[in-house]
């Protein structure tokens, strides 16, 4: 489980797009161990080897294929972050590391300190993107500013920019996504029949009696 926090970001020093990556980095390295979980622009990765100064990750055919991580190559930039500890600040949303797909950039506009960045999805992930929601953008955790039917919109303030790979990013380039798991595990509870008559159903009328709409 992560929280959306990028820790540091790591430089792809070798790959095979097919099987692994291996990311030069330096914090995240401080207390790593084989069998870690780390998130690499949002996607949850195994710890497979490390040394002083980098760490491999097996990577298989279908995350390539389903995130963006198949378009890395040696020298790019990367978003790192580390599993959340049980005794750490939960600075941003549960992110589960497990990608719902990519997006594209369609615009960049700079306003004031802040940066805009327009990204077009797919209806299967509009559907959980709400405004003032929470999504994670090759997971990093961030605010839902604005909706439309294909697109949504982020504000990014400057220490963001600073401290992950958004600042690399060009229009046309692709970002892993991941909606948040709340929104849903709740479509998944209002939408699951429940087989037996003797069971409790979650339903719109059920949240309404218990004051949740």
Not at 59 to 65: I, K, L, Q, W
Request: proline share 1%; hydrophobic share 40%; glycine share 8%.
């Amino acid at each position: 489980m992560f929280t959306g926090i990028i820790e540091e970001i790591g430089t792809v020093r070798d790959l095979d797009g097919r099987s692994f990556l291996k990311i030069q980095a330096e914090k995240i390295l401080s207390d790593i161990h084989i069998g870690d979980s780390i998130a690499v622009n949002g996607v949850c990765l195994t710890v497979t080897d490390f040394s002083g100064n980098s760490f491999r990750a097996d990577v298989m055919n279908e995350t390539f294929e389903r995130s963006s991580l198949g378009s890395l190559r040696r020298d790019s930039k990367v978003n790192l972050e580390r599993a959340m500890s049980a005794d750490g600040r939960f600075g941003g949303h549960i992110v589960s590391g497990h990608i719902d797909g990519t997006g594209i950039i369609k615009n960049i506009k700079n306003d004031g300190i802040a940066v805009w960045y327009k990204i077009s999805a797919s209806p299967e992930i509009m559907r959980y993107i709400a405004e003032k929601g929470s999504v994670a953008v090759d997971g990093i955790s961030l605010t839902v500013a604005k909706v439309e039917r294909e697109n949504f919109s982020v504000s990014v303030i400057p220490h963001t920019s600073q401290q992950t790979i958004l600042s690399l990013k060009r229009l046309g380039d692709a970002v892993n996504l991941e909606n948040d798991i709340i929104a849903k595990y709740v479509e998944k509870f209002l939408t699951s029949g429940r087989e037996s008559s003797t069971e409790s159903v979650i339903d719109m009328n059920f949240l309404a009696e218990r004051g949740f709409l």
